[in-house]
């Protein structure tokens, strides 16, 4: 018999001590419990530390997590000898690999999407007549400025139609018919392999790295078909983009290499440290913007902002991600930047602070109604026939969307195109872009960039939810690039015509000087809208700077973005993807800090007469079945003499266990074994059964009388999962993540609106309500 001391329960394979989870076969199970002569039930094989296994659509136990990394991380730097050396460098070595290889990975993914999206995109115009799989820039390549690419021919071209009805006919016939099959392709490679490779994903990763446990979103399946499917989406002309998505990409990358070692498939919060690093190396790719993926981790993803070691790997593998990005250089031009603003002059004028205030007012407005018509999309969505017939929608969408932009040279041509042009300046060495430089021409460029961002407007709104990978960085950009291209325009314009003006007094004498630079105020623009869609304020900041290399004018950029965010927050405080976690319901804790009116705990826990408890005196294991089969709760708090608590058991412990017991139960008995949960005793009744090492060690108990606000920062800060209330040992009520989730959600109108009931378990966190515990 083993010796029954506290101190030698196991805790060199597990600290906790107890099993979590028992997943081998009824005859190997039984071996992992031992009877005493007192009818305890004691572990006996080293597997009764076995870490759980947890289910998706529940929420990880962060304390525990920690606690087994301590211990592991104990035992690998407690040997002695060469292994003493050489373990912790080969420990340390594998965590390299797995962020190395993501950085690695993501680029060369990230390079490959930008090449096949520019070779489809084009491919909806026109090919090559050295070759079909040359997009428009390959082919001709190597002319000097000014020349005519004689390469490249429209299909009405290739086919030799010489009729304008007949070449009209024919191009917009097949940029309309390619555009419908590459997102319907996208569509049915989703939803036939892959239906969590849909939308942008940064929703997801957000939840997943506050502790959600969704490992059927990061899948092989998922990544693959997200890869080829965004490429297709993007291709289509769709109002959307791939950066968001890219997010998504790399976090599968990362789980799927991180799955080859044991340690890191084990411990779920290392591999959320690792998702965190990953995301970060997927904003640098997705704008060439490393440092801009860092913040961008810490300040989006609010996940770790303390820990310097992860912002670290985070900015490493961004590094990495970066460096291979530029290797490959799919973009031609052997720089980073994507979208580079030249010909901006490197001051700026005090009267230009006006127009760019009022672009900062229009983009948190317009932020704050993209949001919300994308809202109401989403619900009515839900609620149509479009719920039962997302191919159908995809197909419509998609054949609406090109009809309309073939119509608007602005929006026929690919949205990273539009917004590299509407940052430039002109410049007579180079290509006017469809009469943007024109002077003569202002009024109509002007009606052309508004008309483009208000359909883009409400093209983004309806195409952020559609069964297609889709991200709202780009088009949000695209739309506010339009509308600062349209003031930059409407400045210029007035300083044209009256150049004499005081307003106009700090620009050059000579008129032939470039004063006002319409291209910076899409610059602004961009930012002003990004900040009132996403609500980011310093790695958005950092990724414009980044993604345009004007770093001269960053004063502008964080003056534009902390107007629209200011503006914005009037009409709600949530970006799009907080929104998005309200109405999907993830368990995510906005690190928000959460004010309350006066109210204590009492105010919103579950009181005790609602709570559903085990009583520790004892139970059969018939009782114990038909609890777990009634009530699919996270745990049971465990009391004795009806209301003294004793402890707390999660769902997981006990199913596994009683399923055991179960199997080994004498069924000839008259006498059915009672199980019990009190603290062990040499006079037990022979046939009763303790349970008490199954109880959790790490239980949060608190009084009711504390003020709501520190009790929602106990779950904040800490990343439990319930908190239980006593008053002198007897137990008062209790509170679970989901409840303080629904708390501070219940501001936001639509919270839950996306989640259906017949929904598999991994939308939905918890399958009770705070109002049914």
Same mark, same amino acid.
């Given at each position: 018999?083993?010796?029954?001391?506290?101190?030698?329960?196991?805790?060199?394979?597990?600290?906790?001590?107890?099993?979590?989870?028992?997943?081998?076969?009824?005859?190997?199970?039984?071996?992992?419990?031992?009877?005493?002569?007192?009818?305890?039930?004691?572990?006996?094989?080293?597997?009764?530390?076995?870490?759980?296994?947890?289910?998706?659509?529940?929420?990880?136990?962060?304390?525990?997590?920690?606690?087994?990394?301590?211990?592991?991380?104990?035992?690998?730097?407690?040997?002695?000898?060469?292994?003493?050396?050489?373990?912790?460098?080969?420990?340390?070595?594998?965590?390299?690999?797995?962020?190395?290889?993501?950085?690695?990975?993501?680029?060369?993914?990230?390079?490959?999407?930008?090449?096949?999206?520019?070779?489809?995109?084009?491919?909806?115009?026109?090919?090559?007549?050295?070759?079909?799989?040359?997009?428009?820039?390959?082919?001709?390549?190597?002319?000097?400025?000014?020349?005519?690419?004689?390469?490249?021919?429209?299909?009405?071209?290739?086919?030799?139609?010489?009729?304008?009805?007949?070449?009209s006919l024919l191009q917009s016939s097949t940029y309309i018919t390619l555009a419908i099959a590459f997102s319907g392709s996208a569509a049915i490679l989703v939803l036939t392999y892959?239906?969590?490779?849909?939308?942008?994903?940064?929703?997801?990763?957000?939840?997943?790295?506050?502790?959600? +446990?969704?490992?059927?979103?990061?899948?092989?399946?998922?990544?693959?078909?997200?890869?080829?499917?965004?490429?297709?989406?993007?291709?289509?002309?769709?109002?959307?983009?791939?950066?968001?998505?890219?997010?998504?990409?790399?976090?599968?990358?990362?789980?799927?290499?991180?799955?080859?070692?044991?340690?890191?498939?084990?411990?779920?919060?290392?591999?959320?440290?690792?998702?965190?690093?990953?995301?970060?190396?997927?904003?640098?790719?997705?704008?060439?913007?490393?440092?801009?993926?860092?913040?961008?981790?810490?300040?989006?993803?609010?996940?770790?902002?303390?820990?310097?070691?992860?912002?670290?790997?985070?900015?490493?593998?961004?590094?990495?991600?970066?460096?291979?990005?530029?290797?490959?250089?799919?973009?031609?031009?052997?720089?980073? +930047?994507?979208?580079?603003?030249?010909?901006?002059?490197?001051?700026?004028?005090?009267?230009?602070?006006?127009?760019?205030?009022?672009?900062?007012?229009?983009?948190?407005?317009?932020?704050?109604?993209?949001?919300?018509?994308?809202?109401?999309?989403?619900?009515?969505?839900?609620?149509?026939?479009?719920?039962?017939?997302?191919?159908?929608?995809?197909?419509?969408?998609?054949?609406?969307?090109?009809?309309?932009?073939?119509?608007?040279?602005?929006?026929?041509?690919?949205?990273?195109?539009?917004?590299?042009?509407?940052?430039?300046?002109?410049?007579?060495?180079?290509?006017?872009?469809?009469?943007?430089?024109?002077?003569?021409?202002?009024?109509?460029?002007?009606?052309?960039l508004l008309i483009t961002a208000a359909i883009k407007i409400g093209f983004t709104a309806w195409?952020?939810?559609?069964?297609?990978?889709?991200?709202?960085?780009?088009?949000?950009?695209?739309?506010?690039?339009?509308?600062?291209?349209?003031?930059?325009?409407?400045?210029?314009?007035?300083?044209?015509?009256?150049?004499?003006?005081?307003?106009?007094?700090?620009?050059?004498?000579?008129?032939?000087?470039?004063?006002?630079?319409?291209?910076?105020?899409?610059?602004?623009?961009?930012?002003?809208?990004?900040?009132?869609?996403?609500?980011?304020?310093?790695?958005?900041?950092?990724?414009?700077?980044?993604?345009?290399?004007?770093?001269?004018?960053?004063?502008?950029?964080?003056?534009?973005?902390?107007?629209?965010?200011?503006?914005?927050?009037?009409?709600?405080?949530?970006?799009?993807?907080?929104?998005?976690?309200?109405?999907?319901?993830?368990?995510?804790?906005?690190?928000?800090?959460?004010?309350?009116?006066?109210?204590?705990?009492?105010?919103?826990?579950?009181?005790?007469?609602?709570?559903?408890?085990?009583?520790?005196?004892?139970?059969?294991?018939?009782?114990?079945?038909?609890?777990?089969?009634?009530?699919?709760?996270?745990?049971?708090?465990?009391?004795?003499?009806?209301?003294?608590?004793?402890?707390?058991?999660?769902?997981?412990?006990?199913?596994?266990?009683?399923?055991?017991?179960?199997?080994?139960?004498?069924?000839?008995?008259?006498?059915?074994?009672?199980?019990?949960?009190?603290?062990?005793?040499?006079?037990?009744?022979?046939?009763?059964?303790?349970?008490?090492?199954?109880?959790?060690?790490?239980?949060?108990?608190?009084?009711?009388?504390?003020?709501?606000?520190?009790?929602?920062?106990?779950?904040?800060?800490?990343?439990?999962?319930?908190?239980?209330?006593?008053?002198?040992?007897?137990?008062?009520?209790?509170?679970?993540?989901?409840?303080?989730?629904?708390?501070?959600?219940?501001?936001?109108?639509?919270?839950?609106?996306?989640?259906?009931?017949?929904?598999?378990?991994?939308?939905?966190?918890?399958?009770?309500?705070?109002?049914?515990?």
């Amino acid at each position: 018999m083993p010796d029954h001391d506290w101190d030698d329960r196991g805790f060199e394979e597990d600290p906790w001590g107890a099993p979590e989870s028992i997943t081998a076969t009824p005859s190997n199970d039984a071996e992992q419990f031992e009877l005493t002569n007192d009818h305890n039930l004691w572990s006996t094989s080293p597997r009764a530390g076995k870490k759980a296994v947890y289910e998706d659509g529940t929420s990880i136990d962060w304390l525990r997590e920690e606690a087994s990394e301590r211990a592991r991380k104990h035992r690998l730097y407690s040997q002695h000898g060469i292994r003493g050396l050489l373990l912790p460098i080969i420990d340390s070595s594998r965590l390299w690999i797995v962020l190395i290889a993501t950085g690695v990975g993501v680029g060369v993914t990230g390079a490959w999407l930008d090449v096949l999206v520019r070779w489809l995109s084009d491919l909806r115009e026109g090919r090559c007549i050295s070759g079909l799989f040359y997009n428009q820039v390959a082919c001709c390549s190597g002319l000097d400025p000014g020349d005519v690419c004689t390469e490249w021919l429209t299909w009405s071209e290739w086919l030799n139609v010489r009729s304008i009805l007949g070449q009209s006919l024919l191009q917009s016939s097949t940029y309309i018919t390619l555009a419908i099959a590459f997102s319907g392709s996208a569509a049915i490679l989703v939803l036939t392999y892959a239906p969590y490779a849909f939308h942008t994903g940064i929703p997801e990763i957000k939840a997943i790295l506050g502790g959600y +446990v969704f490992d059927a979103f990061l899948g092989p399946w998922t990544l693959l078909i997200k890869s080829l499917g965004l490429a297709l989406s993007v291709a289509s002309g769709l109002s959307l983009g791939k950066e968001g998505p890219l997010v998504h990409v790399s976090c599968c990358m990362a789980y799927l290499v991180s799955r080859l070692f044991k340690d890191f498939r084990h411990n779920e919060a290392q591999k959320r440290r690792i998702l965190a690093a990953a995301a970060a190396a997927g904003i640098s790719v997705a704008f060439g913007s490393p440092l801009g993926g860092v913040l961008f981790g810490l300040e989006e993803l609010d996940t770790f902002a303390n820990e310097t070691d992860v912002i670290w790997r985070g900015f490493v593998t961004s590094v990495i991600a970066a460096v291979s990005l530029q290797y490959i250089d799919p973009f031609g031009t052997a720089k980073l +930047v994507l979208f580079q603003v030249t010909g901006v002059s490197d001051t700026w004028r005090a009267f230009e602070l006006v127009p760019w205030l009022a672009l900062s007012v229009i983009g948190g407005v317009l932020g704050s109604l993209l949001i919300r018509l994308n809202i109401a999309a989403a619900i009515y969505r839900k609620n149509s026939i479009l719920r039962d017939h997302p191919l159908l929608e995809v197909v419509g969408v998609t054949a609406v969307t090109a009809a309309v932009s073939y119509l608007i040279v602005f929006l026929r041509v690919q949205t990273s195109e539009l917004v590299a042009n509407l940052f430039q300046e002109c410049d007579p060495t180079r290509g006017d872009f469809h009469g943007l430089c024109n002077p003569n021409a202002l009024g109509e460029n002007i009606f052309l960039l508004l008309i483009t961002a208000a359909i883009k407007i409400g093209f983004t709104a309806w195409t952020f939810g559609i069964m297609v990978p889709a991200g709202i960085f780009l088009p949000t950009i695209a739309i506010g690039a339009s509308l600062g291209r349209a003031m930059g325009l409407l400045t210029q314009g007035l300083h044209r015509a009256y150049p004499t003006a005081w307003v106009f007094a700090s620009c050059p004498p000579d008129p032939s000087v470039r004063c006002v630079s319409p291209g910076f105020y899409a610059v602004i623009g961009a930012s002003a809208m990004l900040g009132g869609v996403t609500r980011m304020t310093i790695s958005l900041v950092v990724i414009l700077f980044e993604l345009t290399g004007a770093l001269s004018h960053v004063l502008p950029i964080m003056i534009s973005v902390m107007v629209s965010k200011w503006v914005a927050d009037v009409f709600g405080k949530d970006g799009i993807y907080s929104s998005w976690i309200a109405m999907r319901r993830y368990p995510w804790l906005a690190p928000v800090e959460f004010r309350d009116k006066g109210e204590t705990a009492a105010n919103c826990m579950v009181p005790f007469e609602r709570i559903v408890t085990i009583n520790a005196d004892g139970m059969t294991i018939t009782e114990l079945l038909d609890l777990l089969k009634s009530h699919s709760f996270y745990g049971f708090p465990v009391v004795t003499q009806r209301t003294r608590l004793l402890g707390f058991i999660t769902r997981e412990k006990l199913k596994s266990t009683v399923e055991t017991l179960q199997s080994d139960d004498d069924t000839s008995s008259q006498v059915p074994p009672t199980y019990t949960f009190l603290p062990p005793t040499t006079d037990a009744a022979p046939s009763t059964t303790n349970l008490f090492d199954l109880l959790e060690e790490s239980s949060i108990q608190l009084k009711k009388e504390l003020p709501l606000e520190l009790v929602v920062n106990v779950f904040q800060k800490l990343n439990v999962r319930y908190v239980l209330f006593s008053h002198t040992c007897h137990l008062t009520g209790m509170l679970t993540k989901s409840d303080v989730v629904s708390l501070i959600t219940a501001k936001f109108p639509h919270e839950g609106v996306l989640v259906d009931t017949a929904e598999p378990p991994e939308v939905v966190w918890d399958a009770r309500t705070p109002s049914q515990f």
